[in-house]
């Protein structure tokens, strides 16, 4: 028995001391993993591993990262180095700049350097954390001075990158010179997701900032009070189908003197189709990408193609999107004025189709049908003649009509004609 115990023990601890070289191992396939999918999934940074020493308990990363530009002479290249720690069940990576702060950069992080690190697991688990320390720089030159506070983010990666959950703290930052103050106070931000499929995702966002403002020598100041933004998505039909609900939200909003709020709009869709979803997505992807490469240089005709097949695919999708049926749309739209409240709503929708349907263009754009209803107040018109001059006509055609203090905009949309206000107007084709 005694034996039997000495042979386990020594099997545990062989396995204690290799694990640290399977981690490393483990280690690096993930990074170009996170590598390759990073610099496919947007064409603005490029991320290139130079050179990826892996030792025993330790490994060194030497790379960089590029942001590309409009144009081909708008790369820049910043160099980073990752010192990689190697444990029995993860690894820990520190990222810092590979050469030393410039004299400009050293104004700004006199004591402490940003900070960024990764750690991940073999169950295939990870955590993202940065940390922006605390700012105070003063220009003796210009009397400019900038101000920002400890900024913290932290991200989960789970089920092998699956899924994500983000939490981002910034309590706020202040820039002051002689023609201007920006303030920005309490930005928090805190976001769920759930890989679904190709580049679709679901979950919930939460986004609020505190105040925004801009003081401006001799001017009214403009301010923003309680910014709020909210999403959430879900799946039915087995995944085949996306709803969701977003709403930006605004408590008060001040300028020219005056203040006036609260101003509020919700975006809400239901049963939109998956798979066109992540066609259509897709086929962005490839026209950002088409257009990075014919601003780096790349033959502008097969650049140009590249995009118009893009758009047919986008088109498809989209006709595909309403073949399987939808609802879209604005069901609250509520802006606050010094004169009153415009106020309206709009939503847009298509009946699923059946198969031999769907092989009818027509019949598609056919099904779509719609309603929207906008309101504001008369006096908003005739105090602010730009906006007068845009609503006039259609006053004046019937399609903007006048109910006591307020003015209408009410249309419905079917048989490929909109109705305004009784006005009938015959749609063309879209696609």
Sequence with gaps: ???????????????????????????????????????????????????????????????????????????????????????????????????????????FFPDEQPRLTLETRVWGTATLEMIVPEVAVTDEESGETFAISRAEGRADIGSAGSELDVELSWPGMTLTGPDARISVSDFQMDQRMEFLTGDVWIGDANMTLASLQIDVPDQPAVRLDGLT??????????????????SIRLDMLEASGKAFGPHEIQVRFDGLDVASLDEISAAIGEMQQAA????????????????????????????????????????????????????????ISHPELSDDEKSQAMMVMQGLTGNFDLSMPVALVDQNPTLAMQVSPLIKQGMVVQDGDRLILSGVLEDMALDINGNVMPLPPLF
Excluded: C
């Excluded at 590598?35 to 020493?53: C, V, W």
């Excluded at 933004?229 to 977003?246: I, L």
């Design 292 to 347: 990075a490469t014919s601003a780096g240089g790349a033959d502008p005709q097969a650049a140009m193609q590249q995009q118009m097949e893009s758009f047919q695919r986008i088109s498809g999708a989209v006709m595909g999107l309403a073949a399987e049926g939808f609802s879209f749309g604005f069901p609250r739209i509520d802006l606050s004025t010094p004169q009153g409240p415009i106020q309206g709503e709009l939503v």
């Design 1 to 107: 028995m005694k034996t039997q115990w000495i042979v386990i023990g020594v099997v545990v601890l062989g396995a204690a001391a290799a694990a640290p070289l399977g981690v490393g191992y483990y280690t690096e396939q993930q990074w170009q993993g996170v590598q390759s999918e990073f610099n496919s999934s947007q064409a603005l940074l490029r991320l290139e591993t130079r050179e990826y020493d892996r030792g025993y308990m330790n490994s060194s990363v030497l790379g960089s990262v590029t942001f590309i530009g409009p144009d081909s002479a708008g790369e820049h290249t910043f160099d980073y180095q990752a010192d990689v720690s190697h444990g029995i069940t993860g690894s820990l990576m520190d990222f810092s700049t590979a050469e030393e702060l410039s004299e400009s950069a050293k104004k």
């Design 229 to 246: 933004m909210t999403s959430e998505s879900d799946v039915t039909d087995d995944g085949k189908r996306m709803n969701g609900d977003s």
